[in-house]
C-alpha cells in the first residue's frame, strides 16, 4: 500500500512563507512526476505546481514566481517532495494536496494554509 504525507501548512502572515513536504511510502519505485493541488471550499481543485521525473516544472497561473516545487534527492528521503511558498496572499488560502504519480496518481490527504490579511 501507498502512503503520501503532507505536512508544514499552518497560519503565516501576507507576506510570509511556508514550505511543504510530501512524503511517500510503501510499496512503490520511485515517484515519476509530483503535483501539488489545491482546494477552497466550494471550487475545483486546481493545480499549483508540477515537477515530472526530467526536471521540467509547470506552475498556474496564480503563482507569479512566487512558488517553486523541487523534490529531495538525498539517498536517504528519495521520494520526499517540497514545495516553497513566498510572498503568500490571503487568496492562496486553502488545503494543499500532493499527489505523487507512478503508474496511478497517489494523494495525500491534504495539509491547510491559512493566510491572515
Known amino acids: 500500500q501507498v502512503q503520501v504525507l503532507e505536512s508544514g501548512g499552518g497560519l503565516v502572515q501576507t507576506g510570509g512563507s511556508l514550505r511543504l513536504s510530501c512524503v511517500v511510502s510503501?510499496?512503490?519505485?520511485?515517484?515519476?512526476?509530483w503535483d501539488w493541488y489545491r482546494q477552497v471550499p466550494g471550487r475545483q481543485r486546481e493545480l499549483v505546481a508540477r515537477?515530472?521525473?526530467?526536471?521540467?516544472?509547470?506552475?498556474?497561473d496564480f503563482v507569479k514566481g512566487r512558488f517553486t516545487i523541487s523534490r529531495d534527492r538525498s539517498r536517504d528521503r528519495p521520494r520526499t517532495a517540497y514545495l516553497q511558498m513566498n510572498d503568500l496572499e490571503p487568496e492562496d488560502t486553502a488545503v494543499y494536496y500532493c499527489?505523487?504519480?507512478?503508474?496511478?496518481?497517489?494523494w495525500g490527504q491534504g495539509t491547510q494554509v491559512t493566510v491572515s490579511s
Open positions: 510503501g510499496k512503490i519505485v520511485g515517484v515519476s512526476v
Open positions: 515537477l515530472s521525473s526530467g526536471g521540467t516544472t509547470e506552475y498556474g
Open positions: 499527489a505523487a504519480f507512478r503508474g496511478v496518481y497517489y
